[in-house]
Structures are given as C-alpha cells and as structure tokens.
C-alpha cells in the first residue's frame, strides 16, 4: 500500500525453496468463460469465486492511495455496511510481463495466513479477465516515510516506538520461518491511532535455510545480499538497524551521499559516518544489527527476537504492552472519517484500461 518511492527497488524473478461501488470493469467475464476457468481451479470452488465476485460488485470504488512497480491500491467502501477497504489491484498481464508472477502468490499465500496487530490483513483474493485483487483492511495513516520528509528527524522515544512493534511483527514472522526483506518507511503505515501496520508483502518468502533471490531497496539491503552468498531471516534484522539509523539522523548509513551507486561499496566495507545525534548505547544496538556476517548479527543467534528484545536500548520498555498496543503513538494521523484518504498523495485514475489477459496468463492464477 505504499505510494510513490524515490527509492528504487531491486527484484529479480523469484527463486525456488494469500465486503463491498461500481463494477470494476465494463467488460464483465463471460459466463461461459467463468465456467471454464472454474473447471481449472484445483482448490477454488465456482461457488466460492461466484461468492468473491458479488463482494467486489458490492464495493464502490473512491480513489487511489498507492502505485507500485507492479500493483495499485484503492480505497473503496462496502456499501452495504459502509466499511472501508483497501483494494490492491495488478494487472495480469502486466505481473506477467514483469515477471513477478511468483511474488504475487506469495504475497497471497503469507498474507491469507498470517494474523497480527502490526501487520495488514488480508480478506480475500479475486481475478477477473484483467486483475488480481486482494481485498485488505484500510490504514488511513499514511505511511511513515511521509511523516519522517516532514519532521526530518525523530527522536530515541519516538523511533524506539515504531521499531518495538516492528520487532513483534518480525518476532511473528520469523517464527513462522518467513521472512519479509522489505523493510523501508514508504511500507510502514500508521493506523488511525498510530499504531504500526506492515505493507506490502510482495518480496515476503517462506525460508527454511536460505534463498538466493535478489530484491529490496538498495539502502535497505543487507551484505550478504549484495555478495549474492544466500540470506535469511538475518536480513530483516539488518533492515530494522538501517531504519531506526534513518529515524535518528534523516539519511540511511551508506547512502550519505543519496547515491546508490555507492552503496554496495560502502556497506561491503562496513563504512558508516555515524552523526553526533545517535548517542553511544544506540550506536551499540545498531552497530549489533549491522554486523557483516550474518550468523553473528543480532537476532540470528538460538534466543531469536530475544537476543533484541533485551537489549539495554528497550530497558523501560514493557513487551507484553506494545504487543497490546498501550504505548502511547508518538504521532496521531488527523482524520476526518475512517475513508479519509488525505494523509496519502493523489494520483491518475487511469487503471481501468489494462490489457485482458490470454487464456495461458490466466491460468498462472487460476487460485488466485
């Protein structure tokens, strides 16, 4: 659900080792064609996508709120209960031709099994002739990155805020053994309240020991996936050390310069010119999540999420009461109404000409 990124991010073909406006398209699927594409499913009733499809006619389509590389979201309402929802849309052709194919599914299938308060739920998936749909909760918050251009610079409190419950949310993952290797601002939303909602689980992987795949934003990657030598649920670790050194000081450790072609250089060197802002004991917990190798780094070790979960950096810090979101949000999004989509930048509606996808596209989704 993330909008527009100065940041470019890096993805290679996955390797090997988821309610209720007007009709989404003027071109409605066929009869016979819905017939024969639900004799091909293999886990999706005809019933059970006839029940899918009256769901999405219910929803009356507002305005986009994020455009990505593959993909688009939408707010739109149920206009029998009047809830919002968030309405991820991909052209099926279009994932195709980018050859993102296997990270869509896999955002469908971590997401249709995941449950957690800092993370974005998923309610069901959809395909027409032209898109895949995943039907998730609305965050009329925005998106951390938004907030962090506008103040510059947070302070120890307020960063530790967001990199708690992002902790939690990776402490669930992980023991799950997935992994979500996209750690950024521009994919941290903020609730209504200001609690954190992690977005975007398109590079999201389900890893046993270690997988090979290529993708992230450059400022946020870690070594290993520089050196191409396979990585794990170590990477995300790395991540949260960039992210909470960006809240700190308004730049990314290796990007200083805000050029990426320096990037992979300075953080195979472990070259950081670290700003008088982040004081000593900080410096230690981050200079722990940095660590090159990632078998030593701070997070990798028997105790997991524990190992950062103790560190002096989260002393006052009560677990059980971030998990049960009684901090207190160091930033509260002003809304109007639970649709409100101010807090998100505006962009071209120009979604519903997508190409119709072949008979062979389609059925690369036939689950969907």
Same mark, same amino acid.
């Given at each position: 659900?993330?909008?527009?990124?100065?940041?470019?991010?890096?993805?290679?073909?996955?390797?090997?080792?988821?309610?209720?406006?007007?009709?989404?398209?003027?071109?409605?699927?066929?009869?016979?064609?819905?017939?024969?594409?639900?004799?091909?499913?293999?886990?999706?009733?005809?019933?059970?996508?006839?029940?899918?499809?009256?769901?999405?006619?219910?929803?009356?389509?507002?305005?986009?709120?994020?455009?990505?590389?593959?993909?688009?979201?939408?707010?739109?309402?149920?206009?029998?209960?009047?809830?919002?929802?968030?309405?991820?849309?991909?052209?099926?052709?279009?994932?195709?031709?980018?050859?993102?194919?296997?990270?869509?599914?896999?955002?469908?299938?971590?997401?249709?099994?995941?449950?957690?308060?800092?993370?974005?739920?998923?309610?069901?998936?959809?395909?027409?002739?032209?898109?895949?749909?995943?039907?998730?909760?609305?965050?009329?918050?925005?998106?951390?990155?938004?907030?962090?251009?506008?103040?510059?610079?947070?302070?120890?409190?307020?960063?530790?805020?967001?990199?708690?419950?992002?902790?939690?949310?990776?402490?669930?993952?992980?023991?799950?053994?997935?992994?979500?290797?996209?750690?950024?601002?521009?994919?941290?939303?903020?609730?209504?309240?200001?609690?954190?909602?992690?977005? !975007?689980?398109?590079? #999201?992987? =389900?890893?046993?020991?270690?997988?090979?795949? /290529?993708?992230?934003? &450059?400022?946020?990657? *870690?070594?290993?996936?520089?050196?191409?030598?396979?990585?794990?649920?170590?990477?995300?670790?790395?991540?949260?050390?960039?992210?909470?050194?960006?809240?700190?000081?308004?730049?990314?450790?290796?990007?200083?310069?805000?050029?990426?072609?320096?990037?992979?250089?300075?953080?195979?060197?472990?070259?950081?010119?670290?700003?008088?802002?982040?004081?000593?004991?900080?410096?230690?917990?981050?200079?722990?999540?940095?660590?090159?190798?990632?078998?030593?780094?701070?997070?990798?070790?028997?105790?997991?999420?524990?190992?950062?979960?103790?560190?002096?950096?989260?002393?006052?810090?009560?677990? !059980?009461?971030?998990? #049960?979101? =009684?901090?207190?949000?160091?930033?509260?999004? /002003?809304?109007?109404? &639970?649709?409100?989509? *101010?807090?998100?930048?505006?962009?071209?509606?120009?979604?519903?000409?997508?190409?119709?996808?072949?008979?062979?596209?389609?059925?690369?989704?036939?689950?969907?």
């Amino acid at each position: 659900m993330t909008s527009k990124s100065p940041r470019h991010v890096l993805s290679s073909s996955a390797s090997s080792d988821t309610t209720e406006s007007p009709t989404l398209s003027n071109h409605a699927t066929n009869e016979n064609d819905t017939i024969l594409i639900a004799k091909k499913l293999s886990s999706i009733t005809l019933e059970e996508r006839e029940e899918r499809q009256q769901a999405l006619d219910h929803l009356e389509i507002l305005k986009t709120v994020g455009t990505g590389s593959y993909g688009r979201v939408l707010v739109a309402r149920n206009r029998e209960t009047s809830i919002y929802y968030a309405l991820k849309i991909f052209s099926i052709t279009h994932v195709v031709q980018s050859r993102q194919v296997e990270h869509v599914k896999n955002e469908k299938e971590i997401l249709s099994g995941i449950k957690h308060p800092f993370i974005i739920r998923l309610h069901w998936t959809h395909h027409s002739e032209q898109f895949l749909y995943m039907l998730l909760d609305y965050i009329p918050g925005g998106e951390l990155f938004t907030y962090m251009r506008k103040r510059g610079t947070f302070d120890l409190k307020s960063s530790l805020f967001y990199v708690s419950e992002i902790t939690l949310a990776f402490e669930y993952l992980h023991s799950l053994q997935i992994v979500y290797r996209d750690l950024k601002p521009e994919n941290i939303l903020l609730d209504a309240e200001g609690h954190v909602k992690l977005v !975007d689980f398109g590079f #999201a992987k =389900k890893i046993l020991n270690k997988t090979f795949t /290529t993708c992230g934003t &450059p400022d946020y990657l *870690s070594p290993e996936l520089f050196k191409g030598t396979g990585h794990n649920k170590s990477t995300d670790w790395w991540s949260l050390g960039i992210l909470l050194f960006e809240m700190l000081s308004g730049s990314t450790p290796f990007n200083p310069n805000q050029n990426e072609s320096e990037i992979p250089t300075r953080v195979l060197a472990g070259r950081i010119s670290w700003p008088r802002i982040i004081e000593e004991s900080t410096k230690a917990f981050i200079k722990k999540l940095l660590i090159q190798n990632p078998e030593k780094r701070l997070g990798s070790g028997k105790h997991g999420s524990r190992e950062v979960k103790d560190q002096p950096v989260f002393s006052i810090i009560k677990w !059980d009461d971030v998990y #049960a979101r =009684k901090l207190k949000p160091p930033i509260v999004p /002003t809304l109007e109404h &639970p649709g409100d989509t *101010s807090c998100f930048d505006q962009y071209k509606e120009d979604w519903r000409s997508a190409a119709f996808a072949s008979d062979r596209e389609l059925d690369l989704f036939a689950d969907f």
